[in-house]
């Protein structure tokens, strides 16, 4: 079962309207939507910000779904020039960049007990992702994606950010679920639509263009799932 992970309501809307869905129960915050496409049964999970509720949610579901496949899906703030607003992040791999236990021995972004750093993406999910954001008229690349809990709108960091891991872009949820799908052995893939430079002004062009860019992704996680079933 294909889960289809975004922090917020927001960012699913126009996906649920062109589907037929039911509600499910849940114990916590997390709002969850069983999903019919076609003759495909699949969930849409709201899990709120943070590596909290989104780690809890995905616990969730997973010990009471079939999960086996997870798509993240929502918007992110540039950390370079050539990642401009509008165009997607389809990323080959994920980081934390907030995570540092650098003093006790381990590598930056390295949680311990955990033998990676940086999470990769599923290279067949890849490829439907692209096809989809071709199909939709987004330009797009495959910049690592740097996941924390926290909104980045400083540019000292952000351009460390850049330096240090040649990251593309910042969120809040991507690597979070790399995490989760890493240790649990589900092929997990990430769509992104740039919705603001993580920069000084970040905050400003986040409330422009926010919601455009969020259309935009759902467009594509849309026709990503004509993709995934009848490929």
Known sequence: MLAIVA???CYVNDILEKLSYSKENSPNATDVFKCNFKEHEFLILVTGYGKVNIG?????????????VILVTGTAGS???TNDIFSAIIPKSCLQFDVDFMPNGY???QIPKIDKT?????????????KTANMCGTNYSNDLLATSDMFVTNYNLS??????????????????????????KIPYACIKIISNFANN???????????ESSRISQRITYKFLKEFYEA
């Open 107 to 109: 590598y930056a972004g």
């Open 118 to 130: 940086v999470y990769k993406t599923n290279e067949d999910l890849i490829d439907c992702l692209e």
């Open 56 to 68: 809890s949610s995905l616990r969730y579901i997973c010990d009471n779904y079939p999960i086996k």
């Open 7 to 9: 922090s917020d309501r």
């Open 201 to 211: 002004n970040g905050i400003k062009q986040y409330n422009l263009y926010d919601e």
């Open 159 to 184: 351009s460390s950010i850049r330096r240090e891991y040649n990251a593309g872009a910042v969120d809040c949820e991507a690597a979070s679920v790399g995490e989760f799908a890493y240790i649990n």
């Open 79 to 81: 950390v370079t020039d």
